[in-house]
């Protein structure tokens, strides 16, 4: 297992399949995935991919990156593709 910080979170691989869930907007494609932590606790996070946006492929927590409770978490490409290769597994 491998485990990777993203903002406040940590996340380990592989991650499990049952516990994964994704989604993408009309926006642009803003891409929402949602997953259950070892210890049964649900997640949201979100990676900005709207139109003609400055932080594209930037992390929110929470809710849609435009949103005013949403949590900005960074810039993560690695850990990007490394849940964008778990969401097609």
Not at 21 to 41: I, P
Not at 61 to 71: C, E, I, M
């Amino acid at each position: 297992m491998d485990i990777v910080s993203l903002g406040n979170y940590e996340i380990a691989f592989p991650m499990r399949k049952e516990s994964l869930r994704s989604a993408v907007a009309a926006d642009g494609g803003t891409l929402a995935y949602s997953f259950t932590d070892a210890r049964g606790t649900d997640h949201n996070l979100f990676v900005d991919r709207r139109i003609k946006t400055s932080t594209r492929d930037h992390f929110y927590a929470d809710s849609y990156p435009k949103s005013s409770d949403s949590r900005y978490l960074g810039y993560f490409p690695e850990v990007l593709t490394r849940i964008e290769a778990e969401v097609s597994r």
